[in-house]
């Protein structure tokens, strides 16, 4: 029987915050002003790089060593709604190791700087194809930016929570051989570390006198996580990161952004747009789909007859997409091999 009383976590009869609804999606160039808004302020890089930043980014969206992720507040309206982002980029082994081999403070500057001064420091479309079916990737996550960078803020706990999430699918699948990421404050030094994440370099302590004008928020810490650290098969969704299956459906790259769309809930429509090609054209490309999935996988679609009103297709799609969801594999660049090639 209710009292009438709100129920409370605490209690106490209080009105609890209102609950904010987020999810993820894929960025565009439209998204790149506000994200510029939610950049950290521990990031430093001389005065070139910040006035060319939206430049960079474009550079980068041009290609595919990239992933590019929104959080977005469904509650407000575009661009208010962006709540967070994420950018993390596939760099050369030649970049990786060099730092490495020297680490210094606020790596995504550096990047940034190679990258500026048009140094080969990001895989092209083939280099990451090759990585990914062979010796595996290097990741440097650019920035994780929020618009409340309080991790102690329940809101902002749901926002680290959608953000795992985009994480996980959209870099889950790749053959990642390590990922490095710089963060600023020991909030979030300890929220990687609880994540899993192993702390390289705590460069305020290492040379204090470098950063003690700074407020301790911005002090650079850099982590990282390494394939060999990650055993496979544990109860840890890092594990599908670090020991990622091979595909077996060898989709086209263009039917791979067909259906990374359908996974994030794009219309056939919205797809078509965001890809600038016709309705027809995707419908077409979800034929495809099903025949190159139903001679792989014969029993991964049950054939029960036709279906009215074109239910059919879409129980097709249903199998499918439930499929990939789960081998997200299916959705990187990979060299297709002979015997199935076609």
């Known amino acids: 029987m209710s009292s009438g009383a709100p129920l409370t976590a605490n209690g106490t009869g209080e009105e609890l915050p209102q609950p904010g609804a987020f999810r993820f999606r894929m960025g565009s160039r439209a998204d790149l002003p506000r994200c510029l808004e939610l950049l950290p302020e521990g990031f430093k890089a001389p005065a070139r790089v910040p006035l060319r930043l939206i430049e960079s980014w474009e550079r980068l969206l041009a290609g595919d060593a990239r992933i590019f992720s929104i959080i977005e507040d469904v509650d407000l309206a575009h661009p208010s709604n ?76 749901q926002v680290l929570t959608v953000g795992s999430a985009s994480f996980f699918f959209f ?99 919205e797809i078509a747009e965001r890809l600038g090609t016709s309705l027809d054209t995707v419908k077409k490309t979800w034929r495809n789909i099903y025949l190159r999935a139903s001679r792989s996988l014969p029993n991964l679609m049950p054939n029960n007859g036709p279906a009215p009103n074109g239910s059919r297709g879409q129980e097709k799609r249903r199998h499918v997409l439930e499929y990939v969801r789960t081998h997200l594999e299916e959705l990187r660049p990979a060299i297709v091999p002979l015997s199935r090639a076609r």
């Open 171 to 269: 870099h889950s699948g790749y053959r990642i051989k390590a990922i490095v990421n710089e963060v600023f404050g020991p909030q979030h030094a300890h929220y990687m570390e609880l994540g899993g994440f192993r702390l390289m370099h705590d460069f305020h302590r290492e040379s204090p006198g470098d950063f003690d004008t700074l407020p301790s928020e911005q002090h650079p810490y850099l982590f990282m996580l390494r394939k060999e650290w990650v055993e496979p098969g544990v109860v840890h969704p890092l594990s599908q990161m670090f020991h990622a299956s091979a595909a077996r459906l060898h989709f086209s790259q263009f039917e791979r952004s067909v259906l990374e769309g359908a996974l994030l809930i794009e219309s056939d429509k």
């Open 82 to 157: 962006i709540t967070g982002f994420g950018l993390s980029v596939f760099v050369t082994d030649d970049f990786f190791s060099k730092f490495c081999r020297a680490p210094k403070p606020y790596l995504s500057a550096i990047f940034y700087e190679r990258l500026l001064a048009g140094d080969h420091v990001v895989l092209t479309s083939e280099e990451l194809r090759q990585a990914n079916s062979m010796a595996g990737l290097n990741v440097l996550v650019l920035h994780f930016g929020l618009r409340n960078d309080n991790l102690s803020d329940p809101r902002t706990a």
